[in-house]
């Protein structure tokens, strides 16, 4: 993916925290036992892990748009820092907060060091 389509795919998991949008997602069993974990540990992420087809685009985006959104949910998000409780992901269900934190953090850490930031 080019940067500009990874900045718009970056807003989608936190749409997710967000409660904005579930893409669809089904519970599975499979991704809480083999992956859950390796979302908020303290592992980074291997480089040319799958990508979920709804954060998938072959389209070019505008990047200064894309970007001003991705900052904006950023800033959502970290404004909800003191909640406890979370709705369970769609797909992985219960994360405690500090979870969903560190998930969101290593999302973004994985994609901004591709392009060397």
């Known amino acids: 993916m080019k940067v500009g389509q990874i900045i718009w795919h970056c807003q989608g998991p936190l749409n997710i925290i967000l409660e904005k949008d579930d ?13 859950k974990k390796s979302l908020y540990n ?19 985006k505008d990047f200064n748009n894309d ?14 820092k003191v909640k406890t ?4 992901h769609p797909a992985f269900g219960y ?14 850490d994985h994609h901004l060091r591709q392009f060397g930031v």
Do not use: C, N, V
Request: net charge positive; charged share 35%.
């Open 23 to 35: 893409y669809g997602m089904k519970p599975s069993w499979i991704a809480k036992l083999f992956f």
């Open 42 to 60: 303290d592992k980074p992420w291997k480089k040319g892990l799958p990508t979920a087809k709804f954060l998938k685009t072959r389209s070019d």
């Open 67 to 80: 970007k001003e959104k991705l900052e904006a949910l950023i800033d959502e998000t970290y404004a909800q």
């Open 85 to 88: 409780e979370w709705k369970p």
């Open 95 to 108: 994360f405690t907060a500090e979870q969903w934190g560190k998930m969101q953090y290593k999302h973004l």
